[in-house]
């Protein structure tokens, strides 16, 4: 690994190796965290690794795991850290997040959040940055309501704010788009509560390590993106 870290910038554009960057989004269900991560893993070249994404392709292969998670998921509760923190530490031991990982989802509880910072310091490696979108509840229930998603890779639409080119299917590989079962608003608000109670005090828990930013959500798209990037610009190097 090289000494002397890439500047963002030089990331951004392709070029060597770097130090490995390593970030977490937060932010409650429907504030923009898996729009936001594309754009960020595609500039930085870092993969893009979302816990939900995950989970909803083992449910779709039926594996073990993703038939237990569906039980959580689909009634909007958390699946347990064992099962959340094995599939990830799989994830990030790939060959292809050795320069860096973009977490999405993922850490959800403190004990997700420890357990991150365990896999990271056994790779010499350390959090650099945590995002939190903040997003009021009442506009998050009204994204889910309006969401659609690829079917197979993943990719979020709303026909308003980001419509696809051709309406219901998927911009990026053409795949089928869809509803998900968990945005239906009466498990929109259980998720709501969830994060509230599980999910807030891994955002106090960065806030006290002295690495979370906070970004406002609630504005377009590519305003959030520039935000975003003016704080990855700021705090990592
Ligand atoms: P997961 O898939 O992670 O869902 P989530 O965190 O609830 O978040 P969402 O994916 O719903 O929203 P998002 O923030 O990605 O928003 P998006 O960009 O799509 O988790 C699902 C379930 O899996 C959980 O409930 C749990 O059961 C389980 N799970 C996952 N991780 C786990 C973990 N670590 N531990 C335990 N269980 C776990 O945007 C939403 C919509 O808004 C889109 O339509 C988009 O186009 C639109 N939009 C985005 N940005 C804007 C903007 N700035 N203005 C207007 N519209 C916008
Ligand atoms: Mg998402």
């Known amino acids: 690994m090289a000494d002397s870290p890439l500047s963002l910038s030089e990331r951004a554009g392709g070029e060597g190796d770097?130090?490995?960057?390593?970030?977490?989004?937060?932010?409650?269900?429907g504030a923009g965290k898996g729009t936001q991560s594309r754009r960020i893993a595609d500039k930085y070249h870092v993969p893009h690794v979302a816990s939900g994404d995950l989970l909803r392709m083992h449910r779709d292969r039926k594996t073990e795991l993703g038939l237990s998670a569906m039980r959580y998921m689909d009634r909007g509760a958390l699946v347990p850290d064992d099962l959340v923190i094995s599939m990830i530490v799989d994830r990030m031991r790939q060959p292809d997040a050795n320069h860096g990982i973009l977490l999405d989802g993922f850490p959800r509880t403190v004990a997700q959040a420890t357990a991150l910072d365990g896999e990271l310091e056994a790779e010499g490696r350390e959090l650099k940055l945590a995002l939190y979108l903040e997003v009021p509840f009442d506009v998050l229930v009204q994204r889910a309501a309006g969401r659609w998603t690829c079917r197979t890779c993943q990719t979020t639409y709303n026909y308003d704010v980001n419509p696809?080119?051709?309406?219901?299917?998927?911009?990026?590989?053409?795949?089928?788009?869809?509803q998900r079962e968990d945005d239906r608003p009466e498990v929109v608000s259980e998720r709501i509560r969830v994060y509230l109670?599980?999910?807030?005090?891994?955002?106090?828990?960065?806030?006290?390590?002295?690495?979370?930013?906070?970004?406002?959500g609630t504005q377009d798209i590519e305003t959030v993106a520039a935000e975003i990037e003016r704080q990855l610009e700021a705090a990592v190097w």
């Open 18 to 29: 770097g130090k490995p960057l390593d970030l977490v989004l937060l932010g409650p269900a």
């Open 197 to 216: 109670e599980d999910t807030v005090p891994v955002v106090d828990y960065y806030r006290e390590r002295g690495i979370l930013r906070e970004v406002d």
């Open 164 to 178: 696809p080119r051709r309406p219901g299917i998927c911009d990026v590989d053409a795949g089928e788009l869809y």
